[in-house]
């Protein structure tokens, strides 16, 4: 069965009917999905260099998965000890690249913050956050490995302590890279976003949630990744006092004037006291990272969670996200023409889906549209990895659960190149899929 769009991405259609004369809107293309791996975990997936074809992921308890070919098929890898047929090969091991935040160290080959993360007392304030080691990830000639170099990663300059909040210790605190989002900057240097939880003036001052609500920090490196100095903060608590979650999930991205860096931030998406949901938020630094404009709303009917971007080579930007409504559950793919952040043109990925995938039995239900808020449908995770793997092409990873069973499916996109923004600088535009 055909799962129809939700009605949040019909708005606009009317005036986009009536506007008969303007030339038909350039479309997105997308190719049928392929099976990425049998377990609902797609997030853990990274492209190996940039712009590459190669793609390097582990599937949650499933292991892990390789392509080279941006997402139409798929290998299994083995688990250490050298080769065997199918494309395996040994040295597939720790963390995948996509669990945490990875940098480019060099053609066809990424690192990772090894545990920086990792504190000896999750009950006390730290400014500063160190690794003796980082994994490294490579791709080459077809080949992927992975090995673990000691060499020290440090983040520090933190103004204020970062803390748990309290001896519930949530949300992998207190310093969470889990966010992936950094950049690549003209003058080469990186800036990375990390969740933090903060107290004292960064704290929410909704005392229900004061001890748990997180905070979004940048970092910048000038040194390949290695060395993290505070930049500033992109949004605390405090900042955003209607949010009960605080800000958490993130990603990061250079705009196409590569000057202005966009930071995409999860507010509420079910998660706090009372299950409140609303759109995600974004902020714009022009300034390296060092200060950030007041957080905007995407507005009424854009997506509430999980945030993924990536860029073409021409500017443009994409967005995936999920989570319309606490009854609709889908997973949207945004489109911003101008790559300016401003303007998105939304595609609902259970449709594209549905109408690709030729085999009926792996195809989302009606329930991804219309669902109870409580229990919640999970046939849908929301979780995935955004990957650009060509100049002006990618692959979205995502994730199906149906009567207990999972799959992760790799659905590739392609964008035309140099497509004008469209009129009026709406958040949300008509699409195709009506």
Same mark, same amino acid.
């Given at each position: ?213 997180? #905070?979004?920090? &940048?970092?910048?490196? =000038? *040194?390949?990744?290695?060395? +993290?100095?505070? /930049? %500033?903060?992109?949004?605390?608590? !405090? ?82 996200? #999920?989570?319309? &409504?606490?009854?609709? =559950? *889908?997973?949207?793919?945004? +489109?911003?023409? /101008? %790559?300016?952040?401003?303007?998105? !043109? ?89």
């Amino acid at each position: 069965m055909m799962v129809p769009p939700p009605a949040a991405l019909l708005l606009g259609l009317a005036a986009a009917q009536a506007s008969a004369a303007a030339p038909p809107a350039a479309k997105m293309i997308f190719e049928p999905p392929s099976v990425a791996g049998t377990t609902g975990f797609p997030s853990d997936f990274q492209g190996i260099g940039e712009q590459s074809q190669d793609v390097l992921g582990k599937n949650g308890d499933d292991g892990w998965r390789s392509s080279t070919d941006g997402g139409r098929s798929w290998r299994v890898l083995a688990l250490g000890g050298g080769g065997g047929g199918g494309g395996q090969q040994g040295g597939i091991q720790g963390d995948p690249p996509g669990q945490h935040a990875v940098v480019v160290a060099g053609p066809g080959m990424l690192h990772n913050m090894g545990n920086a993360t990792v504190v000896g007392d999750l009950d006390a304030g730290y400014k500063s956050f160190s690794s003796s080691f980082v994994q490294e990830y490579e791709a080459k000639d077809g080949v992927f490995s992975t090995r673990v170099v000691p060499r020290h990663v440090k983040f520090q300059g933190l103004p204020d302590p970062v803390t748990c909040g309290n001896t519930k210790h949530l949300f992998g605190c207190p310093f969470r890279t889990s966010g992936i989002g950094h950049v690549a900057l003209p003058d080469g240097s990186l800036v990375m976003s990390v969740i933090v939880y903060w107290g004292g003036a960064h704290a929410s001052p909704n005392a229900t949630v004061r001890e748990t609500a997180t #905070s979004v920090t &940048a970092f910048r490196s =000038r *040194d390949g990744g290695y060395g +993290w100095d505070y /930049a %500033g903060t992109i949004l605390d608590a !405090a900042g955003y006092p209607q949010s009960e979650e605080g800000p958490n999930q993130n990603d990061l991205v250079l705009l196409a004037d590569n000057r202005t860096l966009m930071c995409v931030m999860r507010v509420d998406s079910g998660e706090g006291p009372s299950m409140r949901y609303e759109p995600l938020v974004r902020s714009f630094s022009t300034d390296a990272g060092v200060t950030w404009t007041a957080p905007e709303t995407f507005g009424p009917g854009f997506a509430t969670g999980h945030p993924r971007l990536t860029r073409m080579a021409d500017g443009q930007i994409l967005l995936s996200a #999920s989570q319309l &409504a606490p009854t609709d =559950r *889908d997973l949207l793919l945004y +489109w911003n023409t /101008a %790559g300016d952040g401003k303007s998105w !043109a939304p595609h609902s990925v259970s449709y594209w889906h549905n109408a690709l995938e030729p085999d009926a039995a792996l195809r989302f239900t009606p329930a991804v549209n219309s669902s109870p808020a409580v229990p919640r449908h999970g046939e849908i995770v929301g979780l995935t990895s955004l990957i650009r793997t060509e100049a002006q092409a990618g692959v979205l990873v995502y994730s199906r659960t149906l009567n207990n069973a999972s799959l992760t499916f790799a659905m590739r996109f392609a964008v035309p190149e140099h497509v004008a923004a469209a009129g009026g600088g709406a958040t949300t535009t008509a699409i195709d899929e009506a």
